[in-house]
């Protein structure tokens, strides 16, 4: 198999070229970490550092704490079958407690969130999230650790939000964006000074 190395932050993610594989192959494989399926192509996802993972962590523990109030059950990196030849990884996502799959999801999430890693950005993120909003996830938040900054994406907006709070459609869940940056650096404070 054909690969290419990323020279810098700009370059896309590392796709797997030749050959294009059906989805069988992929729902069969074991990547470490996941990679992502797209019309054919296994796509290697950048993974996070410190930073990410902390926030990610922060992210998923918050909702974690709501599943009950929300009816939902959160999950981290778990496989969305975006399309007919589409499977995504998103960071975190929402999906209706009494609608559990056993593998993979296969409806839309009610929530699907993603933590930019140092190699990503934010207009190349957004083009992979329109997958999820085309299967009809009515919202995906990104975060951005080094800025402190998230997103909520929609179909027809994207709004930055520094300070605020984050929506989930449809329901009284509510993340305020400060208190889990802040989370995140207090998380990480206290385990590499101590």
């Not at 990547?31 to 290697?44: A, H, N, S, T």
């Not at 990610?56 to 109030?69: C, G, I, N, R, S």
């Not at 080094?146 to 300070?163: F, G, P, S």
Request: charged share 25%; glycine share 4%; aromatic share 8%.
């Amino acid at each position: 198999m054909g690969t290419y190395t990323q020279p810098d932050a700009a370059a896309p993610p590392q796709v797997f070229r030749h050959p294009r594989v059906p989805p069988a192959f992929y729902l069969q494989s074991t990547f470490r970490p996941d990679r992502e399926y797209v019309d054919g192509l296994i796509v290697k996802r950048n993974v996070g550092e410190i930073d990410h993972a902390t926030l990610q962590k922060m992210v998923l523990l918050a909702l974690t704490a709501l599943e009950d109030e929300g009816g939902f059950f959160a999950l981290q990196e778990c496989r969305v079958q975006a399309g007919a030849t589409r499977y995504r990884v998103p960071d975190v996502c929402l999906i209706p407690a009494d609608r559990v799959p056993a593998r993979i999801i296969h409806e839309a999430p009610l929530l699907c969130v993603e933590v930019l890693s140092p190699r990503d950005n934010l207009k190349r993120m957004r083009e992979r999230c329109t997958d999820f909003l085309a299967m009809g996830v009515p919202v995906v938040w990104i975060f951005d650790p080094a800025a402190e900054t998230a997103w909520e994406l929609t179909n027809d907006r994207l709004e930055e939000r520094k300070t605020g709070v984050l929506h989930l459609p449809s329901t009284a869940v509510q993340v305020r964006v400060e208190a889990l940056f802040a989370a995140a650096r207090s998380k990480k404070r206290r385990h590499t000074e101590g």
